[in-house]
């Protein structure tokens, strides 16, 4: 059974769920010796129960003896009905968007003796102790950098930056021709524009920055210290809104799609709000750049749709051959990816303009450069409570706060919390 510990510790992954409804429980054998499978699965208003079960028929055909049970896990979302449901005695066989942590390791099923894990996207980057407990089917990618294209036109930019010195350089540019050039927020996207910046450098650098900043072997100051200058930078030339502290996400994101930004550092799940726009800037997107002198930036991506087969399951092996089919069946990838618009190297589906240049971003940064961002995943992680400081430092640096400052608030934390 899992530990306390480990209740409190995946439960407080809650925070990140999704309102959902219904919940259901599975795993048992149905009668003539079919085997039901139990799928806990993040259900959204894209994701749906039908779409769920659409996706699995295929497998159930080709298995005959297998029934897949789609499992809502309501209201609580994913990160609270697993450590509920697994003191219950009612843990699913297979649960998806739930990638592996130190703490729930031992309640997985290690993967590591098949290739359709080794091999799936970002499998090494989310391996703890060197095994392999989730496959996943694509990513999110993080560090971008999206662009009014006739802003840049106007100001007279006529390739996008390959260095952070030539971004700063076109911030100048863009300003002198009128433009605001950072579109940024409030709330959680306060730290975004900053660790666009940072990430693709100290990665590079530091490529265990987040074991040796959790252990204090370095610092804050000392890695990431050049990037706050530079957004302190930025903030004081006026490169950045200067209402950031006072806009919301959604009106962030509304102002850049309706051109009245140059610049909108943001995900790679923007693209599918420009494709719902209306009227939308006309925009492209390059990847974050690192300072002069790096030969391979760092790409901050997460993984899409992680899928883990818990250890309680009856049914492993039947598990292990619906989770196959999930993250290898090329129908049920494409499936996948497009509903929420993630990204895989050498799987194109039907996408606008924005989409085929972000996807050719992908396919040219090799595995080895993908980073985690904020908190961090597997044995990358940082202290709990960092991506709330970054965000609070951010914060300050906005509200006129020096970066001396800033890098040394985070020094100080890093002192109380590294371990």
């Known amino acids: 059974m899992i530990k306390r510990r480990t209740l409190i510790a995946v439960g407080a992954l809650a925070a990140i769920g999704l309102g959902l409804s219904g919940c259901a429980t599975g795993g048992a054998a149905q009668s003539g010796g079919k085997q039901t499978v139990s799928l806990l699965v993040n259900v959204t208003p894209n994701l749906t129960e039908d779409w769920w079960n659409a996706l699995v028929k295929p497998f159930e055909k080709a298995h005959p003896d297998i029934d897949v049970k789609i499992q809502n896990p309501g209201?609580?979302?994913?990160?609270?009905?697993?450590?509920?449901?697994?003191?219950?005695?009612?843990?699913?066989?297979?649960?998806?968007?739930?990638?592996p942590s130190t703490e729930l390791a031992p309640e997985l099923v290690d993967l590591s003796k098949y290739d359709w894990a080794t091999k799936a996207p970002l499998a090494e980057q989310y391996t703890i102790d060197g095994k392999y407990y989730m496959a996943g089917i694509g990513l999110q990618v993080q560090s971008l950098w999206f662009y009014n294209k006739d802003a840049f036109a106007a100001a007279g930019i006529t390739e996008t930056p390959t260095t952070v010195e030539q971004l700063s350089d076109d911030l100048a540019k863009l300003k002198k021709a009128g433009w605001t050039g950072i579109q940024t927020g409030g709330d959680w996207m306060s730290s975004y524009a900053l660790q666009t910046v940072a990430l693709p450098t100290v990665i590079a650098d530091n490529h265990d920055w987040y074991q040796k900043m959790s252990d204090g072997t370095l610092t804050f100051s000392k890695t990431y210290g050049d990037s706050v200058r530079e957004y302190a930078d930025w903030i004081a030339k006026g490169y950045v809104n200067d209402d950031a502290l006072g806009i919301k996400y959604a009106d962030a994101e509304q102002n850049f799609l309706s051109g009245k930004a140059a610049l909108y550092p943001m995900g790679s799940w923007f693209v599918a709000s420009e494709a719902a726009a209306k009227s939308p800037a006309n925009i492209g997107v390059f990847r974050a750049p690192a300072f002069s002198g790096t030969k391979q930036p760092a790409m901050g991506a997460n993984i899409a749709s992680p899928y883990v087969i818990m250890k309680e399951s009856k049914h492993?092996?039947?598990?292990?051959?619906?989770?196959?089919?999930?993250?290898?069946?090329?129908?049920a990838i494409l499936d996948q990816l497009k509903v929420d618009g993630n990204y895989r190297a050498g799987y194109d589906y039907e996408m606008g303009d924005l989409g085929a240049e972000l996807l050719?971003?992908?396919?040219?940064?090799?595995?080895?450069?993908?980073?985690?961002?904020?908190?961090?995943?597997?044995?990358?992680t940082l202290p709990t409570g960092y991506s709330t400081e970054i965000n609070a430092q951010t914060q300050a640096l906005l509200g006129g706060t020096s970066a001396a400052d800033v890098n040394k608030a985070m020094d100080d934390w890093f002192t109380a919390n590294a371990h």
């Open 360 to 380: 050719k971003i992908v396919t040219d940064t090799p595995d080895s450069a993908y980073t985690p961002t904020g908190q961090g995943y597997g044995e990358r």
């Open 75 to 99: 209201a609580e979302g994913v990160a609270a009905a697993v450590p509920r449901l697994l003191a219950a005695g009612e843990a699913p066989d297979v649960v998806e968007s739930l990638p």
């Open 316 to 331: 492993q092996d039947a598990a292990a051959e619906l989770v196959k089919y999930l993250v290898t069946d090329k129908t």
